[in-house]
Protein backbone atom coordinates (compact mmCIF):
# COMPACT_ATOMS: atom_id res chain seq x y z
CA UNK A 1 0.00 0.00 0.00
CA UNK A 2 2.71 2.16 0.04
CA UNK A 3 3.71 1.53 -3.19
CA UNK A 4 3.53 5.38 -4.49
CA UNK A 5 6.70 5.81 -6.90
CA UNK A 6 3.74 7.44 -9.83
CA UNK A 7 1.19 9.79 -9.12
CA UNK A 8 -2.18 8.46 -8.76
CA UNK A 9 -2.68 11.54 -11.50
CA UNK A 10 -0.98 8.82 -14.10
CA UNK A 11 -2.35 6.29 -12.91
CA UNK A 12 -5.50 6.38 -15.25
CA UNK A 13 -4.92 2.50 -16.68
CA UNK A 14 -4.06 0.87 -13.24
CA UNK A 15 -7.27 2.38 -11.75
CA UNK A 16 -9.70 0.89 -14.52
CA UNK A 17 -8.10 -2.21 -14.21
CA UNK A 18 -8.63 -1.77 -10.28
CA UNK A 19 -12.80 -0.82 -10.52
CA UNK A 20 -13.18 -3.58 -12.92
CA UNK A 21 -12.13 -5.94 -10.40
CA UNK A 22 -12.91 -4.61 -7.13
CA UNK A 23 -16.27 -2.96 -8.21
CA UNK A 24 -17.87 -6.31 -7.96
CA UNK A 25 -16.99 -6.42 -4.95
CA UNK A 26 -18.55 -3.52 -3.12
CA UNK A 27 -21.95 -4.71 -5.06
CA UNK A 28 -21.46 -8.22 -3.15
CA UNK A 29 -20.80 -6.63 0.29
CA UNK A 30 -23.98 -4.18 0.06
CA UNK A 31 -26.30 -7.41 -1.21
CA UNK A 32 -24.69 -9.33 2.03
CA UNK A 33 -26.08 -6.74 4.62
CA UNK A 34 -29.37 -5.50 3.24
CA UNK A 35 -30.34 -8.29 0.32
CA UNK A 36 -30.55 -8.14 -3.20
CA UNK A 37 -33.07 -5.68 -4.52
CA UNK A 38 -31.77 -2.64 -2.28
CA UNK A 39 -30.36 0.71 -3.31
CA UNK A 40 -26.46 0.78 -3.55
CA UNK A 41 -25.31 2.33 -0.27
CA UNK A 42 -22.15 1.93 1.75
CA UNK A 43 -22.83 1.40 5.61
CA UNK A 44 -19.84 1.13 8.35
CA UNK A 45 -20.05 -2.97 7.60
CA UNK A 46 -19.41 -2.30 4.12
CA UNK A 47 -16.78 0.14 5.07
CA UNK A 48 -14.71 -1.53 7.48
CA UNK A 49 -14.61 -4.63 5.23
CA UNK A 50 -13.60 -2.55 2.31
CA UNK A 51 -10.62 -1.52 3.99
CA UNK A 52 -10.06 -5.28 5.23
CA UNK A 53 -9.86 -6.23 1.24
CA UNK A 54 -7.59 -3.33 0.34
CA UNK A 55 -5.20 -4.13 2.90
CA UNK A 56 -5.55 -7.72 2.53
CA UNK A 57 -4.37 -7.41 -1.07
CA UNK A 58 -2.12 -4.85 -0.74
CA UNK A 59 -3.76 -2.23 -3.24
CA UNK A 60 -1.41 -0.12 -4.39
CA UNK A 61 -1.53 3.55 -4.66
CA UNK A 62 -3.84 3.46 -8.32
CA UNK A 63 -6.43 1.69 -6.28
CA UNK A 64 -6.71 3.29 -3.50
CA UNK A 65 -7.30 6.76 -4.53
CA UNK A 66 -10.36 5.75 -6.58
CA UNK A 67 -11.73 3.80 -3.85
CA UNK A 68 -11.72 6.95 -1.57
CA UNK A 69 -12.89 8.72 -4.09
CA UNK A 70 -15.51 6.42 -5.61
CA UNK A 71 -16.76 5.98 -2.24
CA UNK A 72 -16.93 9.72 -1.14
CA UNK A 73 -19.29 10.65 -3.83
CA UNK A 74 -21.38 8.03 -3.65
CA UNK A 75 -22.46 6.96 0.13
CA UNK A 76 -24.16 8.51 3.54
CA UNK A 77 -23.00 10.23 6.09
CA UNK A 78 -21.62 6.86 7.33
CA UNK A 79 -18.52 7.31 5.43
CA UNK A 80 -18.05 10.96 6.68
CA UNK A 81 -17.73 9.47 10.30
CA UNK A 82 -16.26 6.03 9.79
CA UNK A 83 -14.08 5.35 6.03
CA UNK A 84 -12.02 8.99 4.94
CA UNK A 85 -11.65 9.79 8.50
CA UNK A 86 -9.93 6.19 8.95
CA UNK A 87 -8.05 6.63 6.09
CA UNK A 88 -6.59 9.86 6.76
CA UNK A 89 -6.33 10.05 10.33
CA UNK A 90 -5.14 5.97 11.77
CA UNK A 91 -1.82 5.02 12.06
CA UNK A 92 -0.67 4.06 8.79
CA UNK A 93 -2.97 7.07 8.02
CA UNK A 94 -3.82 7.89 4.45
CA UNK A 95 -1.00 10.37 4.22
CA UNK A 96 1.09 7.87 5.12
CA UNK A 97 -0.25 5.97 2.39
CA UNK A 98 0.09 7.94 0.12
CA UNK A 99 3.80 8.71 1.37
CA UNK A 100 2.83 12.10 1.83
CA UNK A 101 0.02 14.37 3.36
CA UNK A 102 -0.11 16.41 0.37
CA UNK A 103 -1.16 13.97 -1.58
CA UNK A 104 -4.02 13.16 0.59
CA UNK A 105 -4.89 16.43 -0.18
CA UNK A 106 -5.06 15.85 -3.86
CA UNK A 107 -7.73 13.13 -2.59
CA UNK A 108 -9.73 15.41 -0.94
CA UNK A 109 -9.82 18.43 -3.80
CA UNK A 110 -11.58 15.83 -6.01
CA UNK A 111 -14.56 15.28 -3.64
CA UNK A 112 -17.50 16.80 -4.10
CA UNK A 113 -19.32 17.16 -1.21
CA UNK A 114 -17.20 18.40 1.88
CA UNK A 115 -18.06 18.44 5.24
CA UNK A 116 -16.69 19.24 8.07
CA UNK A 117 -15.95 15.83 9.18
CA UNK A 118 -13.41 15.50 5.96
CA UNK A 119 -12.44 18.63 6.29
CA UNK A 120 -11.57 18.14 10.05
CA UNK A 121 -9.85 14.50 8.60
CA UNK A 122 -7.56 16.49 6.32
CA UNK A 123 -6.23 19.06 8.62
CA UNK A 124 -5.54 15.92 11.36
CA UNK A 125 -3.54 14.58 8.19
CA UNK A 126 -1.51 17.61 7.94
CA UNK A 127 -0.85 17.26 11.87
CA UNK A 128 -0.19 13.60 12.14
CA UNK A 129 2.71 14.13 9.34
CA UNK A 130 3.90 17.34 11.43
CA UNK A 131 2.78 19.86 8.85
CA UNK A 132 1.22 21.79 11.52
CA UNK A 133 1.16 25.32 9.73
CA UNK A 134 -0.90 23.84 7.01
CA UNK A 135 -3.10 22.27 9.11
CA UNK A 136 -4.28 25.98 10.69
CA UNK A 137 -3.79 27.39 6.84
CA UNK A 138 -6.17 24.69 6.18
CA UNK A 139 -8.35 25.96 8.77
CA UNK A 140 -8.72 29.50 7.74
CA UNK A 141 -9.70 28.15 4.26
CA UNK A 142 -12.56 25.88 5.83
CA UNK A 143 -14.02 28.89 7.39
CA UNK A 144 -14.26 30.74 4.00
CA UNK A 145 -15.85 27.82 2.68
CA UNK A 146 -18.84 28.59 5.14
CA UNK A 147 -18.18 25.15 6.98
CA UNK A 148 -18.43 25.65 11.46
CA UNK A 149 -15.71 23.86 12.84
CA UNK A 150 -16.77 20.90 15.26
CA UNK A 151 -15.20 19.94 18.65
CA UNK A 152 -12.49 17.72 16.91
CA UNK A 153 -11.45 20.27 14.81
CA UNK A 154 -10.69 22.61 16.96
CA UNK A 155 -8.59 19.55 18.77
CA UNK A 156 -6.91 19.64 15.86
CA UNK A 157 -6.18 22.83 15.57
CA UNK A 158 -5.30 23.45 19.11
CA UNK A 159 -2.30 20.45 19.28
CA UNK A 160 -1.11 22.07 15.48
CA UNK A 161 -0.41 24.94 17.66
CA UNK A 162 1.29 23.62 19.97
CA UNK A 163 3.19 21.97 17.41
CA UNK A 164 4.47 25.35 16.26
CA UNK A 165 4.50 26.79 19.94
CA UNK A 166 2.16 29.44 18.58
CA UNK A 167 0.87 30.75 21.69
CA UNK A 168 -1.04 33.76 20.42
CA UNK A 169 -2.91 31.45 17.80
CA UNK A 170 -4.02 29.19 20.31
CA UNK A 171 -5.50 31.88 22.07
CA UNK A 172 -7.30 33.08 19.50
CA UNK A 173 -8.38 29.91 19.11
CA UNK A 174 -9.53 29.67 22.84
CA UNK A 175 -12.11 32.20 21.76
CA UNK A 176 -13.56 30.65 19.25
CA UNK A 177 -14.13 27.59 21.00
CA UNK A 178 -16.05 29.67 23.88
CA UNK A 179 -17.99 31.42 21.56
CA UNK A 180 -18.91 28.35 19.68
CA UNK A 181 -19.83 26.22 22.75
CA UNK A 182 -17.41 23.96 22.79
CA UNK A 183 -15.18 24.14 25.85
CA UNK A 184 -16.47 21.80 27.98
CA UNK A 185 -15.63 18.39 25.32
CA UNK A 186 -13.08 16.80 26.90
CA UNK A 187 -11.46 16.26 23.70
CA UNK A 188 -11.03 20.07 23.59
CA UNK A 189 -10.27 20.38 26.65
CA UNK A 190 -7.22 17.95 26.80
CA UNK A 191 -5.89 19.86 23.92
CA UNK A 192 -6.40 22.87 25.28
CA UNK A 193 -4.10 21.92 28.32
CA UNK A 194 -1.76 20.76 26.15
CA UNK A 195 -1.54 23.43 24.23
CA UNK A 196 -0.45 25.69 27.15
CA UNK A 197 1.94 24.02 28.18
CA UNK A 198 3.65 23.24 24.88
CA UNK A 199 3.67 26.37 24.14
CA UNK A 200 5.01 27.87 28.17
CA UNK A 201 2.29 29.30 29.27
CA UNK A 202 2.04 26.21 32.45
CA UNK A 203 -0.41 28.46 34.34
CA UNK A 204 -2.84 28.96 31.65
CA UNK A 205 -2.44 25.42 31.39
CA UNK A 206 -3.45 24.79 35.32
CA UNK A 207 -6.51 26.87 35.24
CA UNK A 208 -8.51 25.28 32.17
CA UNK A 209 -7.05 22.15 33.68
CA UNK A 210 -9.10 22.90 37.17
CA UNK A 211 -12.16 24.45 34.97
CA UNK A 212 -12.75 21.68 32.95
CA UNK A 213 -16.26 19.65 33.90
CA UNK A 214 -15.11 16.32 32.74
CA UNK A 215 -11.86 14.61 33.03
CA UNK A 216 -10.50 11.34 31.20
CA UNK A 217 -6.91 9.59 31.99
CA UNK A 218 -5.83 11.73 28.83
CA UNK A 219 -6.42 14.85 31.32
CA UNK A 220 -4.68 13.66 33.85
CA UNK A 221 -1.51 12.75 31.66
CA UNK A 222 -1.19 15.81 29.59
CA UNK A 223 -1.39 18.03 33.37
CA UNK A 224 1.07 15.91 34.68
CA UNK A 225 3.35 15.36 31.88
CA UNK A 226 3.07 19.23 31.09
CA UNK A 227 4.34 20.23 34.72
CA UNK A 228 6.90 17.65 34.98
CA UNK A 229 8.35 19.26 30.89
CA UNK A 230 8.31 22.51 33.24
CA UNK A 231 10.63 21.00 35.75
CA UNK A 232 7.59 21.36 38.30
CA UNK A 233 7.74 18.32 39.60
CA UNK A 234 5.64 18.93 43.28
CA UNK A 235 2.93 19.75 41.60
CA UNK A 236 3.20 16.93 38.94
CA UNK A 237 2.96 14.54 42.04
CA UNK A 238 -0.20 16.63 43.66
CA UNK A 239 -1.83 15.84 40.28
CA UNK A 240 -0.58 12.07 40.31
CA UNK A 241 -1.88 11.77 43.77
CA UNK A 242 -5.58 13.64 43.00
CA UNK A 243 -5.60 11.34 39.99
CA UNK A 244 -5.36 8.10 42.20
CA UNK A 245 -7.87 9.78 44.73
CA UNK A 246 -10.45 9.83 42.17
CA UNK A 247 -10.39 6.22 41.11
CA UNK A 248 -8.78 6.71 37.62
CA UNK A 249 -6.39 4.38 36.63
CA UNK A 250 -2.75 5.60 35.40
CA UNK A 251 -1.01 3.87 32.41
CA UNK A 252 2.18 3.55 30.16
CA UNK A 253 1.99 7.68 29.63
CA UNK A 254 0.80 8.78 33.05
CA UNK A 255 4.16 6.90 34.58
CA UNK A 256 6.26 8.57 32.07
CA UNK A 257 5.69 12.03 33.35
CA UNK A 258 5.88 10.30 37.44
CA UNK A 259 9.11 9.32 36.78
CA UNK A 260 9.93 12.69 35.04
CA UNK A 261 8.65 14.62 38.05
CA UNK A 262 10.99 11.91 40.43
CA UNK A 263 14.21 12.72 38.43
CA UNK A 264 13.30 17.07 39.10
CA UNK A 265 12.02 16.42 42.70
CA UNK A 266 15.53 13.46 43.24
CA UNK A 267 13.43 11.10 44.38
CA UNK A 268 15.67 8.17 43.48
CA UNK A 269 13.99 5.66 46.15
CA UNK A 270 10.56 6.35 45.11
CA UNK A 271 11.23 6.47 41.57
CA UNK A 272 12.69 2.97 41.46
CA UNK A 273 9.69 1.96 43.68
CA UNK A 274 7.45 3.56 41.10
CA UNK A 275 8.81 1.41 38.13
CA UNK A 276 9.70 -1.96 39.94
CA UNK A 277 6.20 -2.24 41.86
CA UNK A 278 3.30 -0.12 41.66
CA UNK A 279 3.34 0.45 37.85
CA UNK A 280 2.94 -3.63 37.90
CA UNK A 281 0.18 -3.12 40.26
CA UNK A 282 -1.65 -1.02 37.39
CA UNK A 283 -0.86 -3.69 34.99
CA UNK A 284 2.01 -1.50 32.86
CA UNK A 285 4.76 -2.59 31.43
CA UNK A 286 7.49 -0.68 31.81
CA UNK A 287 9.19 0.56 28.64
CA UNK A 288 11.90 2.25 26.81
CA UNK A 289 10.89 6.13 28.14
CA UNK A 290 10.16 4.83 31.66
CA UNK A 291 13.79 3.23 31.73
CA UNK A 292 14.94 6.24 30.46
CA UNK A 293 13.29 8.48 32.59
CA UNK A 294 15.26 6.31 35.30
CA UNK A 295 18.37 7.35 34.10
CA UNK A 296 18.16 10.12 34.27
CA UNK A 297 16.86 10.04 37.83
CA UNK A 298 20.41 8.11 38.58
CA UNK A 299 22.13 10.32 36.45
CA UNK A 300 21.06 13.32 37.96
CA UNK A 301 21.68 12.29 42.02
CA UNK A 302 25.38 12.06 40.79
CA UNK A 303 25.42 7.92 40.34
CA UNK A 304 26.85 7.71 37.68
CA UNK A 305 28.43 3.86 37.52
CA UNK A 306 24.22 2.57 39.24
CA UNK A 307 22.86 4.16 36.05
CA UNK A 308 25.44 3.04 33.57
CA UNK A 309 24.55 -0.60 35.62
CA UNK A 310 20.61 0.11 35.20
CA UNK A 311 21.27 0.69 31.41
CA UNK A 312 23.33 -2.69 30.63
CA UNK A 313 19.99 -4.47 32.42
CA UNK A 314 17.41 -3.14 30.96
CA UNK A 315 15.31 -5.56 28.83
CA UNK A 316 14.59 -3.43 26.13
CA UNK A 317 16.43 -2.97 23.44
CA UNK A 318 18.19 0.56 24.05
CA UNK A 319 18.01 3.63 21.63
CA UNK A 320 20.91 6.52 21.98
CA UNK A 321 19.18 8.44 24.03
CA UNK A 322 19.14 6.32 26.97
CA UNK A 323 22.98 5.94 26.75
CA UNK A 324 23.08 9.95 25.73
CA UNK A 325 21.14 11.21 29.11
CA UNK A 326 23.84 9.30 30.97
CA UNK A 327 26.38 11.34 28.50
CA UNK A 328 24.79 14.76 29.35
CA UNK A 329 25.30 13.97 33.27
CA UNK A 330 28.45 13.47 32.59
CA UNK A 331 28.75 16.55 31.12
CA UNK A 332 26.92 18.04 34.29
CA UNK A 333 28.62 16.34 36.78
CA UNK A 334 32.10 16.76 34.96
CA UNK A 335 33.15 13.10 35.03
CA UNK A 336 35.47 13.79 32.03
CA UNK A 337 36.97 10.24 32.25
CA UNK A 338 33.46 8.36 32.42
CA UNK A 339 32.18 10.47 29.71
CA UNK A 340 34.10 9.93 27.15
CA UNK A 341 34.09 6.26 27.40
CA UNK A 342 29.80 6.18 27.10
CA UNK A 343 30.78 8.66 23.98
CA UNK A 344 32.31 5.67 22.65
CA UNK A 345 29.59 3.80 23.41
CA UNK A 346 27.51 5.44 22.00
CA UNK A 347 29.26 6.52 18.51
CA UNK A 348 29.59 2.75 18.25
CA UNK A 349 25.41 2.41 18.47
CA UNK A 350 25.24 5.42 15.71
CA UNK A 351 28.65 6.80 14.45
CA UNK A 352 26.72 9.84 12.91
CA UNK A 353 24.51 10.63 15.88
CA UNK A 354 25.52 14.70 16.40
CA UNK A 355 24.30 14.83 19.38
CA UNK A 356 27.10 12.64 20.67
CA UNK A 357 29.95 14.94 18.88
CA UNK A 358 28.54 18.16 20.48
CA UNK A 359 28.55 16.94 23.89
CA UNK A 360 31.75 15.34 23.92
CA UNK A 361 33.31 18.26 22.91
CA UNK A 362 31.65 20.12 25.45
CA UNK A 363 33.01 18.26 27.72
CA UNK A 364 36.56 18.23 26.31
CA UNK A 365 35.82 22.46 26.01
CA UNK A 366 35.27 22.19 30.00
CA UNK A 367 38.23 20.34 30.41
CA UNK A 368 40.02 22.68 28.35
CA UNK A 369 41.23 19.88 26.33
CA UNK A 370 41.38 22.03 23.65
CA UNK A 371 43.24 18.71 21.08
CA UNK A 372 40.61 16.82 21.59
CA UNK A 373 38.08 19.65 20.53
CA UNK A 374 39.83 20.02 17.48
CA UNK A 375 40.09 16.50 16.52
CA UNK A 376 36.04 16.17 17.44
CA UNK A 377 35.58 18.65 14.87
CA UNK A 378 37.79 17.04 12.14
CA UNK A 379 36.39 13.84 12.51
CA UNK A 380 32.89 15.65 12.19
CA UNK A 381 34.42 17.18 8.98
CA UNK A 382 35.45 14.01 7.94
CA UNK A 383 32.36 12.52 8.30
CA UNK A 384 30.06 15.11 6.87
CA UNK A 385 28.61 15.41 10.08
CA UNK A 386 27.18 19.29 10.47
CA UNK A 387 26.31 20.37 13.85
CA UNK A 388 22.76 22.21 13.67
CA UNK A 389 22.62 25.96 13.91
CA UNK A 390 21.53 27.19 17.00
CA UNK A 391 17.97 28.77 16.32
CA UNK A 392 15.86 31.13 18.67
CA UNK A 393 12.23 32.25 17.92
CA UNK A 394 9.99 34.70 19.54
CA UNK A 395 6.42 35.87 18.62
CA UNK A 396 5.57 39.37 19.38
CA UNK A 397 1.84 40.45 18.26
CA UNK A 398 1.32 37.61 16.13
CA UNK A 399 4.36 37.70 14.15
CA UNK A 400 7.42 35.39 15.12
CA UNK A 401 10.94 36.41 15.14
CA UNK A 402 13.84 34.30 14.77
CA UNK A 403 17.12 34.82 15.57
CA UNK A 404 20.69 32.58 15.34
CA UNK A 405 23.87 33.60 16.87
CA UNK A 406 25.62 37.05 15.98
CA UNK A 407 21.77 37.86 13.73
CA UNK A 408 22.52 41.03 11.85
CA UNK A 409 19.49 40.25 9.63
CA UNK A 410 16.01 41.05 12.10
CA UNK A 411 15.46 44.91 10.84
CA UNK A 412 16.17 46.53 14.38
CA UNK A 413 19.64 44.30 14.86
CA UNK A 414 21.44 47.70 16.29
CA UNK A 415 18.75 48.58 19.08
CA UNK A 416 18.87 44.72 19.95
CA UNK A 417 22.55 44.75 20.12
CA UNK A 418 22.47 47.98 22.60
CA UNK A 419 19.86 45.93 24.72
CA UNK A 420 22.06 42.64 24.76
CA UNK A 421 25.53 44.87 25.97
CA UNK A 422 22.98 47.03 28.42
CA UNK A 423 21.97 43.87 29.61
CA UNK A 424 25.49 42.23 30.29
CA UNK A 425 26.50 45.43 31.71
CA UNK A 426 24.14 45.12 34.38
CA UNK A 427 24.62 41.75 35.26
CA UNK A 428 28.95 41.34 36.21
CA UNK A 429 28.20 43.41 39.18
CA UNK A 430 26.00 40.51 40.28
CA UNK A 431 28.62 38.14 39.35
CA UNK A 432 28.02 37.71 35.78
CA UNK A 433 31.52 35.81 34.28
CA UNK A 434 31.25 34.89 30.60
CA UNK A 435 31.81 31.38 30.32
CA UNK A 436 34.84 31.98 27.84
CA UNK A 437 36.35 28.79 28.78
CA UNK A 438 33.71 27.34 26.73
CA UNK A 439 34.86 29.09 23.67
CA UNK A 440 38.13 27.52 21.65
CA UNK A 441 41.82 29.02 22.77
CA UNK A 442 42.57 30.46 19.73
CA UNK A 443 40.18 33.01 19.90
CA UNK A 444 41.15 36.13 21.98
CA UNK A 445 39.49 36.45 25.16
CA UNK A 446 37.54 39.65 23.99
CA UNK A 447 36.11 37.92 20.56
CA UNK A 448 35.41 34.99 22.54
CA UNK A 449 33.31 37.24 24.76
CA UNK A 450 31.68 38.63 21.85
CA UNK A 451 30.71 35.44 20.63
CA UNK A 452 29.06 34.18 23.56
CA UNK A 453 27.04 37.93 24.60
CA UNK A 454 24.97 37.18 20.81
CA UNK A 455 23.89 33.98 20.91
CA UNK A 456 20.41 33.59 19.30
CA UNK A 457 18.43 33.64 22.94
CA UNK A 458 20.23 36.47 23.95
CA UNK A 459 19.10 38.02 21.33
CA UNK A 460 15.21 36.94 21.26
CA UNK A 461 15.10 37.96 24.98
CA UNK A 462 16.79 41.46 24.27
CA UNK A 463 14.15 41.74 21.53
CA UNK A 464 11.30 40.54 23.93
CA UNK A 465 12.07 42.96 26.86
CA UNK A 466 12.28 45.66 24.36
CA UNK A 467 8.84 44.97 22.83
CA UNK A 468 6.64 43.67 25.45
CA UNK A 469 5.06 45.46 28.67
CA UNK A 470 6.37 45.80 31.61
CA UNK A 471 6.33 42.66 34.04
CA UNK A 472 4.76 40.69 31.04
CA UNK A 473 6.24 37.06 31.04
CA UNK A 474 8.39 35.90 27.63
CA UNK A 475 8.37 33.33 25.75
CA UNK A 476 11.24 32.14 23.66
CA UNK A 477 11.97 28.33 21.79
CA UNK A 478 15.11 27.08 20.93
CA UNK A 479 16.20 24.32 18.56
CA UNK A 480 19.45 23.23 20.45
CA UNK A 481 20.13 23.10 24.22
CA UNK A 482 20.98 25.84 26.33
CA UNK A 483 24.12 26.33 26.86
CA UNK A 484 25.28 27.42 30.60
CA UNK A 485 26.46 30.92 29.40
CA UNK A 486 23.20 31.66 28.28
CA UNK A 487 21.75 30.11 31.51
CA UNK A 488 23.77 32.19 33.93
CA UNK A 489 23.03 35.25 31.89
CA UNK A 490 19.35 34.90 31.88
CA UNK A 491 18.99 34.07 35.49
CA UNK A 492 20.46 37.30 36.00
CA UNK A 493 18.53 38.77 33.35
CA UNK A 494 15.48 37.52 34.97
CA UNK A 495 15.92 39.28 38.00
CA UNK A 496 16.95 42.85 37.52
CA UNK A 497 14.27 42.95 35.08
CA UNK A 498 11.85 41.47 37.30
CA UNK A 499 10.37 39.29 34.91
CA UNK A 500 9.23 35.96 34.05
CA UNK A 501 11.61 34.60 31.66
CA UNK A 502 10.75 30.97 29.77
CA UNK A 503 13.19 29.74 27.64
CA UNK A 504 12.31 25.74 25.92
CA UNK A 505 15.08 24.00 24.57
CA UNK A 506 15.67 20.68 23.09
CA UNK A 507 15.55 19.30 26.65
CA UNK A 508 12.92 21.41 28.39
CA UNK A 509 11.09 24.70 29.59
CA UNK A 510 13.45 26.32 31.61
CA UNK A 511 11.81 29.14 33.89
CA UNK A 512 13.89 31.63 34.88
CA UNK A 513 12.42 33.94 37.91
CA UNK A 514 13.94 36.32 40.37
CA UNK A 515 17.63 34.82 39.77
CA UNK A 516 16.81 30.98 39.66
CA UNK A 517 15.87 28.50 37.27
CA UNK A 518 13.16 25.66 37.83
CA UNK A 519 15.81 23.41 36.13
CA UNK A 520 18.04 24.07 39.33
CA UNK A 521 21.24 24.14 36.81
CA UNK A 522 20.51 20.74 35.64
CA UNK A 523 19.43 20.25 32.16
Known amino acids: MKNSNKSYETDTHEEHNFWKDFKPWIIICVKLEHGPNCPFKVTPFVVLLLWGLAAAVALPLGGVVPLAIFVANNTCDYLDKIFLSFLFTTSGSFGVIVDEAFNARKVFDRLQVRNV ?38 AVMLNSSAGLSALSHGHVLYGEIEKSGFKDHVIV ?35 ICGYSHHGLGKEAMAVFQDMLAVGECPNYVTFVGVLSACSHLGLVKEGLYFLNQFMRQFGVEPGLEHYTCVVGLLSKAGLLDEAEKFLRSIPVKLDVIAWRTLLSACHVHRNYVFGRRIAGLLLEMDPNDVGTYALLSNIYAKAKRWDEVVKIRKLMRERNIKKEPGVSWIEIRNVTHVFVSEDCEHPESSQIYEKVKELLAKIKPLGYVPDVASVLHDVEEEQKEDYLSYHSEKLAIAYGLMQTPLKAPIWVFKNLRMCEDCHSAVKLISKITNRMIIVRDANRFHRFQNGCCSCADYW
Open 117 to 154: VLWTAIMDAYFQNGCFEEALNLFSEMKLDDISPNEFTF
Open 189 to 223: GNALINMYAKCGNIEAASKVFSEVMYRDSITWNVM
